[in-house]
């Protein structure tokens, strides 16, 4: 005996259903032109040093681990946007014209440096770029407000990212250890689920050097395949990174926390870091 079902009911199915369907597209929607970072299991050790290059074989001692990790970018002999990228850096030029294409590299001209030691200041402006820190807090008393980076570290430093301190020291530069604490403070303020937090340092060869007020942080950017330790398991909290060095990890943070930023080529606000003609003399405009 068939039992009839009334129209509101078969309405109501027919949206749960539509639903359903739309939500399961909205999870396999990939990063842009790269597949979203998806959990995996490491098949090679952490490898590829301070810079986060590809994964090696195993370290001994260094177990596997569930990370998430995004897809690499190809080489590419020169770069659309600035004339000192050519075949020299070829592993991170698609990288760094990607990090320009989505208004994360913000002022820049035509030149970017790869050689040059990443400061504070500019991995600031990277991040907030990227997780668009919203606060107002008073700034640090050695950030001028004409600055390039007064912005990121002022709103970072409010909303939690970045110390809550008196100095910021902007030109000085950041180590891993920094970095990963940044960048973990600034994924948990994006909603990072705890279920991705770990503290398990153990693995790493140098754990000892690891700040105990930092070893949440760099166990999760770890475990998420941010940062990396090296051939020998050393996470080298001290070590710090050249400008070559940031742009896959700085991608790699865009596609973990979805699709990147729309933007066109550009900054978000004027000015830009070390553009004037020679490197480390002040911004300028577009």
Not at 38 to 65: A, F, I, K, L, S
Not at 102 to 130: C, E, F, H, N, W
Not at 146 to 158: H, L, R, S
């Amino acid at each position: 005996m068939l039992i009839p079902i009334k129209k509101k009911r078969l309405v109501k199915l027919s949206l749960e259903t539509g639903l359903m369907f739309f939500t399961l597209i909205a999870l396999i929607v990939s990063c842009s032109h790269t597949e979203r970072s998806r959990p995996v299991t490491m098949e090679g050790g952490p490898g590829g040093g301070p810079q986060g290059g590809p994964g090696g074989p195993p370290p001994q001692g260094v177990p596997h681990e569930t990370v998430m990790v995004a897809q690499t970018l190809p080489e590419q002999v020169s770069s659309q946007y600035f004339s000192d990228l050519d075949a020299r850096t070829a592993s991170i030029n698609a990288y760094v014209d990607y990090l320009y294409e989505k208004g994360i590299l913000v002022g820049y001209a035509t030149s970017y440096y790869p050689d040059q030691v990443l400061t504070r200041a500019d991995l600031a402006v990277m991040l907030d770029a990227k997780f668009k820190y919203d606060g107002t807090a008073p700034g640090y008393t050695d950030v001028g407000k004409d600055t390039y980076y007064y912005q990121a570290t002022m709103q970072g430093k409010a909303v939690g990212a970045f110390e809550d301190v008196d100095r910021f020291y902007p030109d000085k530069a950041v180590t891993r250890e920094q970095a990963a604490v940044w960048i973990y403070l600034s994924e948990r303020l994006n909603g990072m689920p705890k279920e991705l937090v770990t503290k398990n340092v153990s693995k790493f060869g140098d754990s000892d050097d690891i700040s105990k007020n930092a070893r949440e942080a760099v166990a999760t950017v770890v475990k998420l395949g941010i940062l990396k330790a090296d051939d020998a398991g050393n996470f080298n909290p001290n070590g710090i990174f050249t400008r070559a060095e940031i742009a896959p990890i700085m991608y790699r943070i865009l596609c973990l926390g979805g699709s990147p930023r729309q933007d066109g080529p550009g900054p978000g606000r004027q000015g830009g870091p070390r553009d004037s003609g020679e490197p480390g003399q002040g911004p300028i405009p577009r």
